[in-house]
């Protein structure tokens, strides 16, 4: 079992490295992204412009909006380019018995 906070997301057999996947729970959306070698939690709607980041491009620990470009550190979700200059949240995730849990509080 998760620690206590935490909220079910997905099986973690569904996600694929590289591919943003979308999940709105208690009215926060926020994006699963797989990398090569850690999972992340974003907020899926970027601080630009109000588009879904799980729509984007993912490379390395960046995924880029695809509307106008700014790319996120999925560590930290500091945006690395203009037009973006606020970050977005970023939640911490844990995988418990093959599965996928979120914390729907930001981590600092």
Do not use: N
């Not at 996600?15 to 907020?43: D, M």
């Not at 599965?99 to 930001?106: D, E």
């Amino acid at each position: 079992m998760p620690s206590s906070g935490y909220t079910y997301l997905c099986p973690f057999d569904v996600l694929e490295e590289g591919v943003p996947r979308r999940f709105e729970v208690e009215g926060v959306a926020l994006s699963l992204v797989l990398t090569e070698k850690e999972l992340f939690a974003i907020h899926d709607v970027c601080s630009h412009s109000a588009v879904s980041l799980s729509e984007g491009e993912v490379d390395g620990c960046t995924v880029e909006c695809w509307l106008h470009g700014s790319r996120f550190d999925l560590r930290t979700g500091h945006p690395l380019d203009p037009p973006a200059t606020r970050p977005v949240p970023v939640y911490p995730v844990q995988i418990e018995d093959g599965c996928v849990y979120a914390h729907l509080a930001p981590r600092d």
